[in-house]
C-alpha cells in the first residue's frame, strides 16, 4: 500500500523546495577584490540571508502570538505533567531514531534505542515513564538530516523555514525522509487521522518551546543580532548531534567543510544544548 500524505504536504513541500532553489539569489555577493568580505561571505554560508531574515522575522511573530503563549502556560502544569508529555513523544519517535542508527552503522545505539522502547513502552506505561534513563540507557535522537551527514552529503547553504525554523538543504530533505519513514504518521495519513500528526507535531513544538525558554529568553536579550546568534546555535548544536556529542576531531564532522564548519560558540550560549 502506498502511503498518502496528509492533504497539501506536496505542495508545501514543492514551495520550500523552490524556496532554496531561488532563495540564494537573494543576497550580494561582495565585492570579490574585498578579500575579508568574500571570506566572511563564505563562512557565514547564508547566501539567501535577506529573505532568510524575512523568514525569521515571520516565525519570531509566529512564536510571539502563538508558540510562547502556549509554552507559558504550559510551563505552568506539574513537572511531572511535563515530563510525561516529553517522554512520550520520545517514545513515539523510535522507530524513526532506531531507523538512522542503523544506516549510520550505529548498531550499539540501535541496539540501546530498542531496549529502551520495549522497557518505557512495557514498564514505563507506554512511554510515560522514562524507566529505561534510571536503569542507565540514556534517551538519544537521531533523524535523517543525521544520517545524510554521516554519509558525507554536505549541509548547503543555511535557510529559515517558516514555522519550522533554521535549516539547510539536506537537513530540509532530512524532515521528509523521517515524515515517511514515522509508522504513526503513515497509518494516520493512510486511516484520514491527519490530526493526529498535526496535533503531534504542535504538542512537540510547545515543549520543545518551553524547554528552552529560559535559553532563548537570554539569548534574544544579550545578543546584538538576535538571527545571527541563532544562525550559529543552530549550526554547532547539528555539529554536536552528527558527532553524538563527542569532541570534534581533527577532520570536521561528516559532511562540514573545513571552511563551513561548526562555528565558534554563540556568546551567551556556549553549553546548553537545544533538546
Given at each position: 500500500?502506498?502511503?498518502?500524505?496528509?492533504?497539501?504536504?506536496?505542495?508545501?513541500?514543492?514551495?520550500?523546495?523552490?524556496?532554496?532553489?531561488?532563495?540564494?539569489?537573494?543576497?550580494?555577493?561582495?565585492?570579490?577584490?574585498d578579500a575579508d568580505a568574500v571570506a566572511e561571505f563564505r563562512?557565514?554560508?547564508?547566501?539567501?540571508?535577506?529573505?532568510?531574515?524575512?523568514?525569521?522575522?515571520?516565525?519570531?511573530?509566529?512564536?510571539?502570538?502563538?508558540?510562547?503563549?502556549?509554552?507559558?502556560?504550559?510551563?505552568?502544569?506539574?513537572?511531572?505533567?511535563?515530563?510525561?508529555?516529553?517522554?512520550?513523544?520520545?517514545?513515539?519517535?523510535?522507530?524513526?531514531?532506531?531507523?538512522?542508527?542503523?544506516?549510520?552503522?550505529?548498531?550499539?545505539?540501535?541496539?540501546?534505542?530498542?531496549?529502551?522502547?520495549?522497557?518505557?513502552?512495557?514498564?514505563?506505561?507506554?512511554?510515560?515513564?522514562?524507566?529505561?534513563?534510571?536503569?542507565?540507557?540514556?534517551?538519544?535522537?537521531?533523524?535523517?538530516?543525521?544520517?545524510?551527514?554521516?554519509?558525507?552529503?554536505?549541509?548547503?547553504?543555511?535557510?529559515?523555514?517558516?514555522?519550522?525554523?533554521?535549516?539547510?538543504?539536506?537537513?530540509?530533505?532530512?524532515?521528509?525522509?523521517?515524515?515517511?519513514?514515522?509508522?504513526?504518521?503513515?497509518?494516520?495519513?493512510?486511516?484520514?487521522?491527519?490530526?493526529?500528526?498535526?496535533?503531534?507535531?504542535?504538542?512537540?513544538?510547545?515543549?520543545?518551546?518551553?524547554?528552552?525558554?529560559?535559553?532563548?529568553?537570554?539569548?534574544?536579550?544579550?545578543?546584538?543580532?538576535?538571527?545571527?546568534?541563532?544562525?550559529?546555535?543552530?549550526?554547532?548544536?547539528?555539529?554536536?548531534?552528527?558527532?553524538?556529542?563527542?569532541?570534534?576531531?581533527?577532520?570536521?564532522?561528516?559532511?562540514?567543510?573545513?571552511?563551513?564548519?561548526?562555528?565558534?560558540?554563540?556568546?551567551?550560549?556556549?553549553?546548553?544544548?537545544?533538546?
Amino acid at each position: 500500500m502506498i502511503a498518502r500524505a496528509p492533504s497539501g504536504i506536496f505542495t508545501r513541500i514543492a514551495c520550500l523546495m523552490a524556496m532554496l532553489a531561488l532563495g540564494a539569489g537573494c543576497a550580494t555577493p561582495p565585492d570579490p577584490k574585498d578579500a575579508d568580505a568574500v571570506a566572511e561571505f563564505r563562512q557565514t554560508n547564508d547566501p539567501a540571508e535577506p529573505t532568510n531574515r524575512a523568514i525569521f522575522a515571520f516565525n519570531r511573530g509566529f512564536d510571539a502570538v502563538i508558540l510562547k503563549p502556549l509554552a507559558t502556560v504550559y510551563r505552568e502544569t506539574p513537572q511531572l505533567f511535563q515530563d510525561s508529555v516529553h517522554n512520550v513523544l520520545n517514545n513515539l519517535r523510535t522507530p524513526v531514531i532506531l531507523l538512522n542508527d542503523l544506516l549510520q552503522g550505529e548498531f550499539k545505539r540501535a541496539g540501546e534505542t530498542l531496549g529502551r522502547f520495549v522497557i518505557n513502552t512495557t514498564i514505563g506505561a507506554g512511554g510515560v515513564g522514562d524507566v529505561a534513563a534510571d536503569l542507565g540507557i540514556p534517551y538519544h535522537n537521531e533523524d535523517f538530516g543525521q544520517t545524510l551527514a554521516v554519509w558525507g552529503v554536505p549541509e548547503g547553504p543555511y535557510v529559515m523555514l517558516p514555522v519550522i525554523g533554521p535549516s539547510n538543504p539536506r537537513d530540509a530533505v532530512g524532515l521528509v525522509a523521517d515524515f515517511y519513514a514515522d509508522p504513526l504518521n503513515l497509518w494516520a495519513a493512510n486511516t484520514d487521522r491527519e490530526w493526529i500528526i498535526y496535533t503531534r507535531a504542535g504538542v512537540r513544538a510547545i515543549d520543545l518551546r518551553a524547554r528552552n525558554y529560559d535559553v532563548l529568553e537570554d539569548l534574544e536579550r544579550t545578543s546584538l543580532d538576535y538571527y545571527a546568534a541563532i544562525r550559529s546555535l543552530y549550526r554547532q548544536r547539528r555539529a554536536d548531534e552528527i558527532r553524538n556529542g563527542k569532541e570534534a576531531e581533527r577532520r570536521p564532522a561528516p559532511g562540514l567543510s573545513q571552511s563551513h564548519g561548526a562555528p565558534e560558540a554563540v556568546e551567551s550560549q556556549d553549553g546548553p544544548k537545544v533538546e
